[in-house]
C-alpha cells in the first residue's frame, strides 16, 4: 500500500501535526518540505508536510485530504528540515510556528515558490535589413547587442531607452525571450584583493578558520574594535566562494550596519543578497527564493534570515555575536546565535561568532574548548582602543547631565576641528514629569511607568507601550501647575549642547530625528566624512561604525545597570561601554574616552577602564559561577500575564502545584525557583509575572517543560491568562 497520509504542519497554538489523505494523484510525488492547502475548521490553511506515511493514530474516515500540492519539490533540504524540528522541541514551539514562522509571508500563504522569468531581447537574423538607415540610433543598438541576449537594464547602462527597444522589437528586428532564472546560475564568483598587508593575527585567524571549511567547527573571533575583523570575514568567504560554496552572513540589525554591506560589494562580484525585516514582502520573496535557488551566492541578513535555505551552504558568518537583537523577544522566541550554531552542526559546515564584547555564553564555550577561540589584539591600522577615563560626577555641578570638566574637554577636541560623540541612551527630552510642590510623578496609567517628556512634538510618551498623551498643565495630586522635567534625555542635551557650543551645533543621532535606514545611512557617511563636529547619539551610534575624526566620546551615564534586577545588565553595560569608547581614535589621531559614574570604584568599571574586557569577562564568569547562573546552568522562564493580579499568582501557584510531583520524581535536576513579578510588573494593562527554571541538565530541563506544557494545557479554565515560555532568555 502507498503513503497515503502527510503529516503537515499547521500554523496554530496546537502542539502537534495535523493528519491528511493524499489524493491518489499525488501520492507518488508527495514529499516532506512540500506546501500544501488543507481544509481547516471552516476554511483552508497553507501547511507543510512533514513526513508522509502509511499510518495515522485517527481513523481514517475522519481524515480530510488534502486539497491543493503547492510545490513541485520540497522547499527545504533534509537537513534543513532537521532543523525546524530541532527549533519546535528546543524552544518549545508548537510544530507549526516551527517550520513555518520563519518563511516569507508570501509563502505561508501559498504564492509559488518561482522566481519571475528574467526579460531578455535578442537580434533576429536579418533584422538589421527591417530597420531603416535614418534609424541611427536603433541601428547603433543593434549593432551593440550584436548575438547576445540582453536585458533592459544592461540596454539602458549602454546608454540606450527602452523606447529604442520597443521600437526594434515593433518592426521585428529583434525578439523578447524569456528566461528561467535558474539558467543563469553562477556559481563562479569574483574577489578582489586590496593587496592589504595583514596584521599577523588577521592572517593566523583567516587560516584557522578556512582550515575549517567542509566541516563543523564553531569559531569565537574575539577583536578589539577596530582589528579588521570585517577583513577577516571578507578573506574566508573568499576561499568558500571559490570552492563553489555559498557563504550565509548574519548581522545584528542591517540599518545599523550600511557600511558592512557597502565592504562587502566592493570585494565581491556578485549581488549580495540581503533578508531583513525592512524590506517588503515581495522583496524578501524574492530574495529567499535567490539564496534557495543557489543565485545568490552571499546572503546578508538579521536574525530571521538565520534558516535561509541554502543548497550550497559552506560558511556562515555571524558579527556582533553577544547583540540581542539576535534574540527574537516575542512568539517564537529563538536565539539566531544558538540556531545557526546548531544549523552549522548539522550542515556540517564551520561558523564564525565575531564580537569586540563576546557573550559570556560564547566566551565560555570558547575557553572550555567547545569553540575554537581566535584573539586579534591589535588595531588594524590605528593606535589601540583608547581607555576609558571615569569621571566622578558625585557632588559636581552638572549641567544638563555634564560635568564641567567634560564640558571644557569637548570645547578642546571641537576647537582642534576634531568630531566629539556624547553618548546617552535615553530618547526624549527629559525621562520625567514631576510636581514641583508634592513631588507627584507623571505616570502611564497600563504600566506604571514614568512617562518621558518629549519636546518636538511636544507630548509625553511611555516608553514601555508607546502610549502618547498631552504633557498635563495641572498636578493630578494637588493641582498645582508648576509641572517640571526631571532629567535628561537626547532632546534636552541637544538644546543645551546648541547653546554652548554655537560654532558647531550637535546632531541628534536617535529613532526620533533619524528614520529609515535611508536617512541613517545617509547620515553616517556625512559623519564619516566628517561632517557635523558635535554628535549626541543612543544605541544607533554604539555599533561598528568607523568615523576616523572622532576623538572624544563622552559617556553621559551607564549607572542605571549597577542597580539592574536582571543578572545581565552588568554584561550588557560593559560591552556598550567598551563598543561606544570603540569609536574613538579610529582615524590617525588617538582618542579619549570619558565615562561619567556615580560609582567610579565598581568593580566592573574599574575593569573596563584600567584593564580591558577580557578582564570582565573573567570576572564575571566567576560570579555567575557562584551564583549558579548562566552559562553554569540552563535557564527558561514562563512568563505569565494577565489583566488581574490575583489571576497570575493563581496560575504560578498553580502550575507550581501542577508540577510538583513530576520535578519530585522524574526531574530531579530541575529546579523552579518561586514565581515573581517580572521587573517592570505592570505593562499595556498587564501584569506580569516570571517563574524561572534552572537545571544542569538541558535534557530534563527540555523534558521537564514538556510535561509543563502538556499540564496547563489540559487544565481548564486557566485560559485567561497568558503565558509562554523563554529558553535562555535573555532579559529577566
Ligand atoms: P572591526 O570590524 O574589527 O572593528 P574593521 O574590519 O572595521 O574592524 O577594520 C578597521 C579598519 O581597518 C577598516 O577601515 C579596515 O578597512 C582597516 N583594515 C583592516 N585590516 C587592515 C589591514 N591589514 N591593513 C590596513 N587596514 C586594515
Ligand atoms: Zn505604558
Ligand atoms: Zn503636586
Given at each position: 500500500m502507498q503513503n497515503h497520509i502527510a503529516r503537515v504542519a499547521l500554523i496554530t497554538p496546537v502542539r502537534r501535526l495535523f493528519d491528511y489523505l493524499i489524493p491518489n494523484e499525488n501520492q507518488p510525488t508527495l514529499e516532506a518540505g512540500m506546501r500544501v492547502r488543507v481544509p481547516f475548521a471552516r476554511g483552508h490553511k497553507v501547511g507543510l508536510v512533514v513526513e508522509v506515511t502509511s499510518q495515522s493514530e485517527w481513523t481514517l474516515a475522519k481524515l480530510k485530504a488534502i486539497?491543493?500540492?503547492?510545490?513541485?519539490?520540497?522547499?527545504?533540504?533534509t537537513v534543513n528540515m532537521q532543523i525546524r524540528h530541532w527549533l519546535g522541541e528546543y524552544y518549545m514551539a508548537p510544530p507549526g510556528e516551527a517550520y513555518m514562522n520563519l518563511l516569507p509571508k508570501k509563502l505561508k500563504a501559498g504564492e509559488p515558490a518561482l522566481l519571475p522569468s528574467i526579460e531578455k531581447w535578442q537580434a533576429n537574423v536579418d533584422?538589421?535589413?527591417?530597420?531603416?538607415?535614418?534609424a541611427k540610433r536603433q541601428l547603433a543598438l543593434l549593432d551593440w547587442m550584436g548575438q547576445r541576449q540582453v536585458s533592459l537594464v544592461e540596454v539602458k547602462q549602454a546608454g540606450f531607452s527602452r523606447d529604442l527597444l520597443n521600437k526594434l522589437q515593433e518592426s521585428q528586428a529583434i525578439s523578447r525571450v524569456e528566461l528561467r532564472p535558474e539558467g543563469s546560475i553562477s556559481k563562479q564568483v569574483n574577489y578582489r584583493d586590496l593587496g592589504l598587508t595583514l596584521l599577523d593575527e588577521q592572517q593566523a585567524a583567516i587560516n584557522r578558520i578556512t582550515a575549517q571549511l567542509n566541516q563543523f567547527k564553531a569559531i569565537l573571533l574575539q577583536g578589539v574594535t577596530g582589528s579588521g575583523k570585517t577583513e577577516v570575514y571578507i578573506q574566508a568567504m573568499a576561499k568558500a566562494l571559490q570552492q563553489n560554496q555559498q557563504v550565509l552572513v548574519l548581522v545584528p540589525e542591517i540599518g545599523l550596519t550600511p557600511q558592512t554591506l557597502q565592504r562587502f560589494a566592493e570585494r565581491f562580484d556578485s549581488e549580495i543578497v540581503v533578508l531583513h525585516s525592512e524590506l517588503n514582502d515581495t522583496e524578501r520573496y524574492l530574495a529567499w527564493l535567490k539564496a534557495k535557488m543557489g543565485l545568490a551566492r552571499i546572503v546578508v541578513g538579521t536574525r530571521s534570515a538565520v534558516l535561509a535555505p541554502m543548497p550550497d551552504l559552506g560558511l556562515i558568518i555571524l558579527d556582533e555575536e553577544h547583540d540581542i537583537s539576535f534574540k527574537q523577544q516575542d512568539s517564537l522566541r529563538y536565539n539566531a546565535r544558538d540556531v545557526a550554531v546548531k544549523r552549522a552542526h548539522l550542515q556540517q559546515v564551520p561558523i564564525v561568532l565575531g564580537s569586540a564584547t563576546p557573550s559570556l555564553e560564547s566566551y565560555y564555550n570558547a575557553i572550555q574548548g567547545r569553540y575554537l577561540h581566535l584573539k586579534l589584539q591589535q588595531r588594524a591600522q590605528q593606535s589601540q582602543p583608547p581607555q576609558p577615563v571615569v569621571l566622578d560626577i558625585k557632588d559636581q555641578p552638572l549641567q544638563d547631565g555634564l560635568a564641567p570638566r567634560v564640558l571644557d574637554l569637548m570645547a578642546k577636541h571641537l576647537d582642534a576641528g576634531n568630531q566629539v560623540l556624547v553618548f546617552l541612551n535615553r530618547r526624549g527630552f527629559a525621562p520625567a514629569l514631576m510636581c514641583?510642590?508634592?513631588?507627584w510623578i507623571y505616570e502611564c496609567q497600563r504600566c506604571d511607568h514614568h512617562f518621558t517628556y518629549h519636546q518636538s512634538p511636544r507630548q509625553a510618551q511611555c516608553h514601555q507601550c508607546g502610549e502618547i498623551t498631552p504633557v498635563p498643565r495641572q498636578c493630578h495630586s494637588c493641582g498645582s501647575t508648576q509641572i517640571i522635567d526631571w532629567g535628561v534625555g537626547t532632546e534636552k542635551l541637544e538644546a543645551f549642547l546648541k547653546q554652548r557650543f554655537e560654532k558647531t551645533p550637535p546632531l541628534r543621532v536617535d529613532r526620533d530625528n533619524i528614520r529609515g535606514k535611508g536617512q541613517l545611512a545617509q547620515t553616517l557617511h556625512e559623519v564619516k566624512q566628517g561632517e557635523h563636529q558635535l554628535l549626541i547619539g543612543t544605541q544607533m551610534l554604539a555599533k561598528g561604525h568607523h568615523f576616523p575624526n572622532l576623538t572624544l566620546t563622552v559617556?553621559?551615564?551607564?549607572?542605571?545597570a549597577l542597580y539592574?534586577?536582571?543578572?545581565r545588565a552588568i554584561e550588557r553595560m560593559s560591552q556598550l561601554l567598551v563598543q561606544v569608547a570603540g569609536r574613538a581614535g579610529r582615524g590617525d589621531k588617538p582618542g579619549q574616552v570619558v565615562l561619567q559614574s556615580h560609582h567610579p570604584e565598581h568593580s566592573v568599571i574599574n575593569l573596563v577602564c584600567q584593564q580591558n574586557y577580557e578582564a570582565v569577562l573573567s570576572y564575571l564568569l566567576q560570579e555567575r559561577q557562584a551564583m549558579m547562573l548562566p552559562p553554569y546552568q540552563f535557564w527558561a522562564v514562563l512568563r505569565a500575564e494577565a489583566h488581574q493580579p490575583a489571576l497570575v499568582e493563581q496560575f504560578c501557584a498553580q502550575v507550581t502545584e501542577l508540577l510538583k510531583p513530576y520535578l519530585q520524581h522524574h526531574y530531579q535536576q530541575v529546579i523552579l525557583l518561586p514565581a515573581f513579578p517580572a521587573a517592570q510588573e505592570k505593562r499595556a494593562g498587564k501584569y506580569r509575572y516570571l517563574m524561572v527554571f534552572e537545571s544542569k541538565q538541558r535534557n530534563q530541563l527540555n523534558a521537564a517543560l514538556k510535561q509543563l506544557c502538556q499540564l496547563i494545557e489540559a487544565?481548564?479554565?486557566?485560559?485567561?491568562v497568558r503565558w509562554l515560555l523563554d529558553i535562555d532568555p535573555q532579559d529577566i
Open positions: 486539497s491543493d500540492v503547492l510545490d513541485d519539490s520540497p522547499l527545504f533540504d533584422g538589421k535589413l527591417l530597420v531603416t538607415n535614418q514641583h510642590e508634592c513631588g559617556i553621559v551615564n551607564l549607572d542605571n539592574s534586577a536582571d543578572f487544565q481548564k479554565g486557566l485560559s485567561q
